[in-house]
C-alpha cells in the first residue's frame, strides 16, 4: 500500500507563496501519476493540477493557470506544488494523490485515483 504524507502549508497573506510537498513511500514513484486536489469547507473536492509519469506531462485548473506549478522529483519521491499570487479563493486543505494510469496520463477526476494523502491546511488571508 503506498503512503503519501503532504506538507508545506500554513498561513500566508494574499499575494503571498507557498510550496506544498508530498512525499510517497515505496519504489515505484515514478510509475505513478500524481495529482494535487483541494476542499474547502462546505465545497467540493477539486482538481488543481496532475503531473503524468513517463514524460512528466501536466495539466493545471484554469483558476491556478500561470500562478501555481506542479513538478516532481522521482529521485525522492517527491511531487511538489509551487503555489504564488494567493488568494483568499485558493483556502482550502490542500491534498495530493496517486494513481496507476498508463504512461503519459493525467487525470483530473477524483475518483480516478487509488492513493491519498492526509491533506495540508493553506489558508490565505486578505
Known amino acids: 500500500q503506498v503512503q503519501l504524507v503532504e506538507s508545506g502549508g500554513g498561513l500566508v497573506q494574499a499575494g503571498g507563496s507557498l510550496r506544498l510537498s508530498c512525499v510517497v513511500s515505496?519504489?515505484?514513484?515514478?510509475?505513478?501519476?500524481m495529482g494535487w486536489f483541494r476542499q474547502a469547507p462546505g465545497k467540493e473536492r477539486e482538481f488543481v493540477a496532475g503531473i503524468s509519469s513517463g514524460d512528466g506531462g501536466t495539466h493545471y485548473a484554469d483558476f491556478v493557470k500561470g500562478r501555481f506549478t506542479i513538478s516532481r522529483d522521482n529521485a525522492k519521491n517527491t511531487v511538489y506544488l509551487g503555489m504564488n499570487s494567493l488568494k483568499p479563493d485558493d483556502s482550502a486543505v490542500y491534498y495530493c494523490a496517486a494513481h496507476t494510469g498508463p504512461p503519459g496520463t493525467i487525470r483530473t477526476g477524483w475518483t480516478r485515483y487509488s492513493s491519498w494523502g492526509q491533506g495540508t491546511q493553506v489558508t490565505v488571508s486578505s
Open positions: 515505496g519504489r515505484t514513484f515514478s510509475m505513478y501519476g
